[in-house]
């Protein structure tokens, strides 16, 4: 069974515009850690955000935020006022333990002027 | 910061050859990932070290993969004899310990490898 669901293969957005991206996840461990990272077309995977499972308050980082629903199993990732250079892959992960991260298979988001 | 390194970039080889790919993660980072991300999907690990010790390494392909990491910095990822269906970006990730939930993995830009 996928670890971490990623349904929006791409995405087209205007520039300025908020943009969510979803991320449904899987797991019967209470606590877990849930990653978003973003990939440009030169390949390197950079760190946006982190959510905990125990964690009371959506993580927010700018212009990122984490909208985390425990009970839907859900991390969906807000980037406000989008740019063009938020187009890029964008990868759902979730730790759990000391373990390695499981990772979606992305959302391509592009970014139109 | 020095960031992760890997060589090479790219490589192209044929079937059934062998080849080798070098990360050199961040300096004082005893936890070291790969990670092979074919194209349209998301990373999956590989092998996890720590220090020089495998974590996990049960989704390595071990009749034709192998990995070490000797003296617990640079680490060494090799395919033999090389398949098709192994195109794809090997990414090499690095994090300190200890290794909490929410450590950070840092990546390298990756070798992209093409099979023909």
């Known amino acids: 069974a996928q670890k971490i669901t990623q349904t929006q293969p791409g995405m087209f957005v205007q520039e300025k515009e908020a943009v969510t991206l979803d991320c449904t996840y899987d797991?019967?461990?209470?606590?877990?850690?849930l990653f978003w990272y973003k990939q440009p077309s030169s390949g390197e995977m950079i760190f946006l955000i982190y959510?905990?499972?125990?964690?009371?308050q959506n993580a927010t980082e700018g212009r990122y935020s984490l909208n985390f629903q425990k009970a839907r199993k859900s991390a969906n990732l807000v980037i406000s006022a989008s740019q063009l250079g938020d187009s890029a892959m964008y990868f759902c992960a979730m730790r759990e333990r000391a373990d390695g991260l499981t990772f979606g298979k992305g959302t391509h988001l592009i970014i139109q002027p | 910061e020095a960031g992760v390194a890997q060589s090479p970039r790219y490589k192209i080889i044929e079937k059934r050859q062998s080849v080798a790919f070098w990360c050199n993660p961040i300096s004082g980072h005893a936890t070291l990932y790969w990670y092979q991300q074919i194209l349209g999907q998301g990373p999956k690990l590989l092998i996890q070290?720590?220090?020089?010790?495998?974590?996990?390494d049960s989704q390595l392909p071990k009749d034709r993969f192998s990995a070490e990491r000797l003296k617990g910095v640079d680490s060494t990822l090799k395919i033999q004899p090389a398949k098709l269906e192994d195109s794809a970006v090997y990414l090499c990730?690095?994090?300190?310990?200890?290794?909490?939930?929410?450590?950070?993995?840092?990546f390298g830009q990756g070798t992209r490898l093409t099979v023909v």
């Open positions: 990730a690095s994090s300190f310990l200890p290794q909490g939930l929410n450590t950070e993995a840092f």
């Open positions: 070290f720590q220090n020089n010790g495998v974590v996990d």
């Open positions: 797991t019967s461990d209470p606590s877990y850690g």
């Open positions: 959510q905990g499972s125990y964690d009371q």
